[in-house]
């Protein structure tokens, strides 16, 4: 049974910064790649970053390169989100995300993720 638990969401002004996390549980975390996701009111769901099962490899989408940092601590089976210099287009429940399999590249797209967290909700003020 695979179990991911996103916490650290909250209310932020625009410019502000907050720290997700998730804890991951039921399997080897260590072995898998990690992902986060969005989802904004009356918008699909949307990729946000990933990292490889070793934390060497990284990849963000656009909207969010420069501003959020992916991380993992392995021997905690944690992923965190690092999210600077918030918008408020940036408001969203977040998601973290584990694939099925492992992949030779960085998984990023919804397709490629098989097990979900509840999600934790970020609301940025402008």
């Known amino acids: 049974q695979v179990q991911l638990v996103e916490s650290g969401g909250g209310l932020v002004q625009a410019g502000g910064s907050l720290r997700l996390s998730c804890a991951a549980s039921?399997?080897?975390?260590?072995?898998?790649?990690m992902g986060w996701f969005r989802q904004a009111p009356g918008k699909e769901r949307e990729f946000v970053a990933a990292i490889s099962w070793s934390g060497g490899n990284t990849y963000y989408a656009d909207s969010v390169k420069g501003r959020f940092t992916i991380s993992r601590d392995n021997a905690k089976n944690t992923v965190y989100l690092q999210m600077n210099s918030l918008k408020p287009e940036d408001t969203a429940v977040y998601y973290c995300?584990?694939?099925?399999?492992?992949?030779?590249?960085?998984?990023?797209?919804?397709?490629?993720?098989?097990?979900w967290g509840q999600g934790t909700q970020v609301t940025v003020s402008s």
């Open positions: 995300a584990q694939p099925r399999g492992s992949y030779l590249h960085v998984p990023h797209t919804i397709g490629e993720y098989d097990y």
């Open positions: 039921g399997r080897t975390f260590s072995s898998y790649a």
